[in-house]
Structures are given as structure tokens and as C-alpha cells.
């Protein structure tokens, strides 16, 4: 079956610092992976999105950055963290079944600024 | 550019009262819209997709495309609807990409 994962859960960090939230998915191949921000009252705000290894493409120009070093990982970065860039991120896939496309999510990371 | 639009942030019903959810979107092509849920301390999943045409928990949506709409309908809220709905559309972008772009959601909440 096809699983999700994203690391970690929370995390606190300075402003200035590096980050990197990674992202991985089990049990497919070549899936359109996906970064989300979500903030209340600004619902899901598709930040990044990946066709495959080393395909990115950006909604919202920012701070942050995405890569895809292998077919089933993709991680977000960003090499100076700002106040802003707080909030709840959210990684997903985009999966195929016979009933349809459907989207699923990891866990989230809360990330917070300080 | 596709946008999808949720008009209310807040949606307050009694149980037993009617629900809708309303859903209006932007797309130039032929639109794959769907329903994700937030229950409180759980994972975003997918309620519904339109190309279905499925009841699921009760809730229905049907995609109007003249007044590019896919509201989400429920005759009786339950408690256990309480939660944050986000409808979404996919797009195709090309060289096997998708786009989903989701709305900035409704939170239901389902008076006792």
C-alpha cells in the first residue's frame, strides 16, 4: 500500500537559520508530489510542485525553495528562515486508483519561527 | 490560472438542519474537483471527487458547469460533521503534471 511520510512533526527555529523538511513516499513510483502551506483563513496555499527527480515548480515566489534528489523524496528548504515563514506545511501525492485521482497528505510540520 | 473560491470561513448549523458548502472555480479546461475533509487532530483526506458522483457520510456535490460551481450538500448535519472542508480543483499542467489547488476552506460546526 501506498504511505506517506514527513519529518519532523514540529520544529523550532531561530530566525536566520537553514531548514529543511523532508518528505517521502512508499509504495508507488513517479508520483506528483506537492508542498503546502496552511494558515487559518488562507486555507492550503500550493507552495511547490514536482513531476519527477529534479522537476520543480514554483506557485509563490518566497523565501523558500524545493528539491527532488530521488523519485519518491522531495524536500523544502530554505537557507535563512524569516518570521513569516512560519506555519503548518503539508506534503502530499497525487495518486492514481480505479476510482479516481486522489490526494493524499502527510502529517504536517509545525514550524515555528522564534 | 486556475483559482477555486470557498465564500464562507465559517459555517454554524443545528443538527438536524440542512448544510451546504459552497464551492465556486476557475478553469479554463475540463475541471477535476473534489472535497477533502479536516476532522480535528486527523489528517486532510478526500470526501468526494465529482467524476464519481457518490454519497459519501451523506454529503453529495454535484459539478454545475454553467455557474462553475461544486457546492457540497448535506440534508442533515450530524455533530460528527463538525470539521474543515476544502474543495479543490486538478489541472492538468502539462508533461504529466497536475496542479491542485485547493480553496481556503469552510469550517463547519455543528451546533447540538
Known amino acids: 500500500s501506498q504511505t506517506i511520510h514527513q519529518w519532523p512533526a514540529t520544529l523550532v527555529q531561530p530566525v536566520g537559520s537553514p531548514l529543511s523538511l523532508e518528505c517521502t513516499v512508499e509504495?508507488?513510483?513517479?508520483?506528483?508530489l506537492y508542498w503546502y502551506r496552511q494558515a487559518a483563513g488562507r486555507g492550503l496555499q500550493l507552495l511547490f510542485y514536482s513531476v519527477g527527480i529534479g522537476q520543480i515548480s514554483s506557485e509563490v515566489p518566497q523565501n523558500l525553495s524545493a528539491s527532488r534528489p530521488q523519485d519518491r523524496q522531495f524536500i523544502l528548504s530554505s537557507k535563512k528562515l524569516l518570521l513569516s515563514d512560519s506555519g503548518f506545511y503539508l506534503c502530499?501525492?497525487?495518486?492514481?486508483?480505479?476510482?479516481?485521482?486522489?490526494?493524499?497528505f502527510g502529517q504536517g510540520t509545525r514550524l515555528t519561527v522564534v | 490560472a486556475q483559482r477555486v473560491t470557498q465564500p464562507e470561513k465559517l459555517l454554524s448549523v443545528f443538527k438536524g438542519a440542512p448544510v451546504e458548502l459552497k464551492c465556486n472555480y476557475s478553469y479554463s479546461g475540463s475541471p477535476e474537483l473534489f472535497w477533502y475533509v479536516q476532522y480535528s487532530r486527523q489528517r486532510l483526506q478526500l470526501l468526494l471527487r465529482?467524476?464519481s458522483r457518490e454519497s459519501i457520510k451523506g454529503f453529495t456535490a454535484d459539478l454545475n458547469k454553467g455557474e462553475t460551481s461544486f457546492h457540497l450538500k448535506k440534508p442533515f448535519a450530524q455533530e460528527e460533521d463538525s470539521a474543515m472542508y476544502y474543495c479543490?480543483?486538478?489541472?492538468?499542467?502539462?508533461?504529466?503534471?497536475?496542479?491542485?489547488?485547493f480553496g481556503k476552506g469552510t469550517k463547519l460546526s455543528v451546533i447540538p
Open positions: 479543490a480543483l486538478s489541472a492538468y499542467s502539462g508533461a504529466g503534471s497536475y496542479q491542485l489547488t
Open positions: 465529482h467524476i
Open positions: 502530499a501525492w497525487r495518486g492514481v486508483l480505479p476510482g479516481g485521482t486522489e490526494a493524499f
Open positions: 509504495g508507488t513510483s513517479n508520483p506528483n
